[in-house]
Structure formats: C-alpha cells, structure tokens
C-alpha cells in the first residue's frame, strides 16, 4: 500500500520527541537557569545578614564606650552623648539615622522603650541621673537595606537596637 501525505504512523510523530528527549547538550545551562537565581538570591542575603550583623556589632560596641563616659560622668548633655557613639561608629553609619534614649531612676532600673518601627523613641528622653543611680540607656538605629531589592521581602528597614543598663559610679 503506498503511502500518501496525510498517512502518519506514531513512529514518526515519537521520533522528534524521543531525539530531544535524548539529547543531553543544554542540560546544565538548563539547570543552572533553574537554580541559579535562587543560588545567587541566597547568597545575596547571606551577604546582607553578615553587613546587618556587623553593624549590629558596631553599634553595641559604640554603645558600650559611651555609656561607660556616661556612667563616669564625663557625659552630661544629649549632644556630647551623640558624639561619644558617632566617633565610635565606623563611616559605614549615617549619624542622621541615630536615635538614642538615656533615662535613670534612683531607686531601680528604668523600664526598656522599644523604637517604633522608624527607629524612633516615641519621646526623646536624656537624664544620665546622679552618681549612684540607675541608668539605662538604649541607642536605634535605622539602617537601610544595601539591596534595594529586599524592601519587598522584608520590609523597608532594619532597626538595630543597642541596650545597656548600669549604675552609676558614685562621686568621689
């Protein structure tokens, strides 16, 4: 029986299929395609949360020198205090976005204030107290995102908090 032109048999429908199901050429920029912008996002945060936690550590640092100048008393205004923490803080921050709150209590410990979400202190307060009281000073900052492309997945900012609380050193 000859054949004509609208006479088709599976085989020859199967036989493209079966050659690219064969052909092994693509495979890994395939692969790679898949995978890679998920491989390079995950790294790209992995960079991100080693600079959040670098300027984490900076600022506690920060933190601690100055309110050690605080608890000697060698501290007395809220401008001197900002000073103390910016010069111990690399170029990497912006002392603009600092926010700092320095209450004491003679008789305990004052209660923490969380920052709001802007890294704010809901009101700015700087009493480093007498010698002998309780001081607790805590000190926000709101740190933007180095990939802009986080801000959709994590929300607009990072606020880094740094808390000490001390004693005052008595006079001599």
Not at 18 to 34: D, G, I, N, P, V
Not at 71 to 87: G, K, W
Not at 160 to 170: C, D, G, I, K, S
């Amino acid at each position: 029986m000859p054949r004509d032109a609208t006479t088709t048999t599976p085989g020859r429908i199967l036989a493209p299929l079966q050659r690219f199901a064969r052909c092994r050429r693509a495979t890994t920029a395939l692969e790679f395609a898949l995978v890679g912008p998920i491989l390079i996002l995950l790294v790209l945060m992995i960079i991100e949360n080693g600079l959040m936690l670098f300027a984490q550590a900076v600022l506690d640092n920060a933190t601690v020198v100055a309110t050690r100048q605080l608890q000697i008393n060698t501290i007395n205004t809220s401008a001197d205090f900002r000073t103390a923490v910016c010069s111990n803080m690399s170029n990497f921050f912006n002392c603009a976005n600092l926010q700092f709150y320095v209450n004491s209590s003679p008789t305990g410990f004052p209660s923490v204030v969380m920052p709001s979400t802007s890294g704010a202190f809901a009101a700015t307060v700087f009493t480093p107290g007498n010698p002998g009281d309780y001081v607790l000073a805590e000190v926000a900052y709101n740190r933007a995102y180095v990939a802009p492309w986080l801000i959709k997945l994590a929300g607009p900012d990072w606020i880094l908090l740094a808390t000490q609380a001390f004693q005052n050193e008595p006079s001599l």
